[in-house]
């Protein structure tokens, strides 16, 4: 098996996921875009996925994805940002990403703004939401509570344009539970936002919990590609 092989059949068996869940919950299969993590993986690897159909990849870490996406250059593909961002970062980020998932902070609202009007980008930012009992700063996302005020600085922010709600299931809750508060937060939204579409939720091992509730983007990282030897996973 060559590595284009075994990502092949990888898809295969993560579309096919993903078309089960949807037909579960009387979704449309074209309803939930697949994006595929990269992090850890060379910039062949995306080659591949890109040559297997793949339109959309996502990144965690500024220093590994800017070097992937000078490498994939000629090819016609998403750029999703996924990780944890810093306000330093914001001017690498926004020069490749068309959607960044984590802004859970108005300053990074500000700084991600600056970044993409300054290189003349429209990037589509989801609020990433807290979705712990306890919602704690510095964890990643915002609580619920302060989704509202964020939204509203995406959609006040010139060069940003307010693309929805992501969140990660966290460890030890119940991702039917989860997920099911980030509908409620992302149905909030879209009352106040009605473009505000996107809900990017479920990974790997996740993701038909996410679609029963209405995730419209899933990402699948080891799934797609295998275990992570990488510690930043
Ligand atoms: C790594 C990562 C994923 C993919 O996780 P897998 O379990 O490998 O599918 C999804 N979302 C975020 C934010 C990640 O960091």
């Known amino acids: 098996m060559t590595r284009r092989d075994d990502l092949a059949a990888n898809l295969h068996a993560v579309r096919t996921r993903v078309a089960a869940a949807c037909s579960s919950a009387g ?44 490498a994939c250059a000629d090819l016609t593909l998403r750029w999703h940002f996924v ?30 703004a600056a970044a993409a009007g300054a290189v ?10 807290d979705l712990d009992d306890d919602p704690a700063p510095g964890r990643g996302g915002a609580a619920p509570a302060d989704v509202p005020a964020l939204a509203a600085a995406v959609a006040d922010a010139g060069s940003l344009l307010l693309g929805g709600v992501m969140a990660v299931a966290p460890v030890g809750l119940d991702p ?21 579409t996107i809900v990017s939720a479920g990974m790997s091992g996740d993701l038909e919990a996410a679609i029963r509730h209405g ?10 590609l295998g275990p992570r030897a990488s510690p930043f996973g």
């Open 83 to 112: 990780g944890r961002l810093q306000r330093n970062k914001s001017g690498s980020v926004a020069r490749y990403a068309d959607v960044v998932h984590s802004v859970d902070r108005v300053p990074l609202v500000e700084a991600l």
């Open 120 to 129: 003349g980008r429209q990037v589509s930012a989801l609020v990433q939401v």
């Open 215 to 224: 995730a419209t983007h899933v990402r699948v990282g080891t799934a797609l």
């Open 176 to 196: 039917d539970v989860a997920f099911a508060r980030l509908a409620a937060v992302a149905t909030a939204l879209r009352r106040a936002h009605p473009a505000a």
């Open 27 to 70: 979704r449309s299969p074209d309803a939930v875009t697949l994006v595929a993590v990269t992090k850890s993986w060379p910039a062949d690897d995306v080659r591949l996925l890109a040559g297997l159909g793949v339109t959309d990849v996502g990144e965690n870490r500024d220093q590994e994805a800017r070097v992937k996406f000078a």
